[in-house]
Structures are given as C-alpha cells and as structure tokens.
C-alpha cells in the first residue's frame, strides 16, 4: 500500500461547482499535512497547510481525520484558473522528509 | 528576494555524459531537497539535505551525487547520464515552521 494515496482523476467540473479530493495516508504517527498545488510544467506551491481543527482560506477548506487518516481539500465556486494538480503531502514528526501523492488533476470547464 | 533558483533551466545530454545541476535559496533554509518527476510517477526524493553539512539519500539515489556547498547551495551531479535519467528535476529547501517546501522552478533534462 503507498504511504500516501490520491485519486489521480481527473475531476471535470463545470465553472462555480464545489469539487472535494481526498487523501489517504498509512502512517499514523503522520503529524504535519499540507495541499500543494502543480501547474502544468510548473512547480508545486504550496495551496495550504492542513491543521487538527480544519482550516479555510477563502473559496479553500481543508480538513484532516486523524481517525480515518485521511485528508480532503474542498473547493468552492471553482474558477478556471483553479484547473491544476493538487498534490497531497504529508510529513511524519521528527522527519526532514515529506512524502508526496501523485496528485489529483482538476480541470474546471466554462 | 529570488527563493529558490535552479540552472539550468534546460539541457540535452548524450548517455554517458556528465553534469551537475545547481540550486540556491535565499531564505536561510537549513533542509534542501532534489526530486525527479516522472508522468505518472509524482515528486520522488533523489537526496536531501537536513542542514549544512550533511546529506542523507532519498528514494532514487542511484546514479547521483550531491554536495552542500553551504547553506544556500546544494548541487546534483550526474556522472554518467542514462536514458532512464531524463525527467524534470526540482529542487527545494524548506525552513523550521512545519516543513513547508518552496521549489525551484525545475530543470528540464532529456538523455539521449
């Protein structure tokens, strides 16, 4: 099973839809999350750190579940400039070493 | 305030050949990174680099070196290039606040 785990899509969503990704993670003691996202032939940057109480910026909800390990992003009144890859990433405690989804592609059409 | 540059940006390399490439931060970061990038592979770690001075590797080390130069600059080198070698590579750097990774803006290698 891979340590982290994404749906890799892609999501084809109309202009103004709400859209969720999930991400799924196999190591418990996992302690920092975080949603990149990738344009095409660009670098990741960071979206947004995920933290225990869920955290939102702007049209962007991110929340974790230690429970079930996983993590969601959820984007509202998706915009065309939202069309990316959203990469998953989760860091264990102690570790210099962040572990990457293959990331989920979203493409948002007129 | 540049964040993290990388060079080349591009470059074409025979099977056997050597190159390094470079990165720098200027955020006094303390952890550096090179990944690869592969279509349906995501971000795999080559090496990193926890502080000045030490180098760990990653997940596909074979094939590379790295040095850390100093604190802002950490080189990869491919000593004999290969085919299965061709890939975007990234490099990234990431202070003490949570681990939060900034890029590179990629370097864009094909073996032939």
């Known amino acids: 099973r891979k340590e982290v785990e994404q749906d890799p899509g892609p999501f084809n969503v109309p202009e103004g839809a709400t859209v969720a990704f999930n991400c799924t993670y196999s190591n418990s003691a996992s302690q920092s999350f975080f949603w990149y996202r990738q344009d095409c032939r660009k670098e990741p940057k960071l979206l947004m750190s995920?933290?225990?109480s869920g955290n939102e910026d702007g049209r962007f909800t991110a929340q974790l579940n230690r429970a079930s390990q996983y993590i969601s992003l959820l984007i509202r009144d998706s915009k065309l400039s939202d069309s990316a890859t959203y990469l998953c990433?989760?860091?264990?405690?102690?570790?210099?070493?962040?572990?990457f989804g293959r990331g989920t592609s979203l493409i948002v059409h007129p | 305030n540049a964040g993290v540059t990388q060079t080349p940006k591009f470059q074409v390399l025979k099977t056997g050949q050597s190159m390094t490439l470079q990165c720098a931060q200027d955020?006094?970061?303390?952890?550096m990174y090179w990944y690869r990038q592969d279509p349906g592979m995501g971000l795999r770690l080559i090496y990193y680099s926890a502080s000045e001075g030490t180098t760990d590797k990653g997940e596909v080390p074979n094939g590379y070196n790295v040095s850390r130069l100093n604190k802002r600059e950490f080189s990869l080198r491919l000593e004999s290039a290969a085919p299965s070698q061709t890939s975007v590579y990234f490099c990234?750097?990431?202070?003490?606040?949570?681990?939060?990774?900034?890029f590179g803006p990629g370097t864009r290698l094909t073996v032939l």
């Open positions: 955020m006094n970061h303390n952890s």
């Open positions: 990234a750097s990431s202070g003490a606040r949570r681990n939060e990774q900034f």
């Open positions: 995920v933290y225990s």
């Open positions: 990433v989760v860091l264990s405690g102690g570790s210099y070493i962040p572990t």
